[in-house]
Nanobody, 117 residues
Framework: QVQLVESGGGLVQAGGSLRLSCAAS????????MGWYRQAPGKQRELVAA???????NYADSVKGRFTISRDNAKNMVYLQMNSLKLEDTAVYYC???????????WGQGTRVTVSS
């Protein structure tokens, strides 16, 4: 089992920045990749960014050049630095951990990001 706890969401003006954090605990040695997903009202949950245990990253086209995912293995943390935020970035952001041996997907409780004009 893996437990994930997100933090760092909030209200920010368009053009501003936020950094989301995700703390992982439990059977973290099994995690192959971690990522951030988001779900806006009335829309499906979508991948925002992911990072593998080897450090490879992947981003949704809509956030490339604005968001950066990173991880601190010593602290069991994953971060999402969000810059140049747009109104359309408003969503609940979820931390995800993927274990390929299951496969298993673990989710945090979500943190809300609201971008205002």
């Amino acid at each position: 089992q893996v437990q994930l706890v997100e933090s760092g969401g909030g209200l920010v003006q368009a053009g501003g920045s936020l950094r989301l954090s995700c703390a992982a605990s439990g059977s973290i040695f099994n995690i192959n990749a971690m990522g951030w997903y988001r779900q806006a009202p009335g829309k499906q949950r979508e991948l925002v960014a992911a990072i593998t245990s080897g450090g490879s990253t992947n981003y949704a086209d809509s956030v490339k050049g604005r968001f950066t995912i990173s991880r601190d293995n010593a602290k069991n943390m994953v971060y999402l630095q969000m810059n140049s935020l747009k109104l359309e970035d408003t969503a609940v952001y979820y931390c995800n951990a993927f274990v390929v041996s299951g496969p298993y997907n673990y989710w945090g409780q979500g943190t809300r990001v609201t971008v205002s004009s």
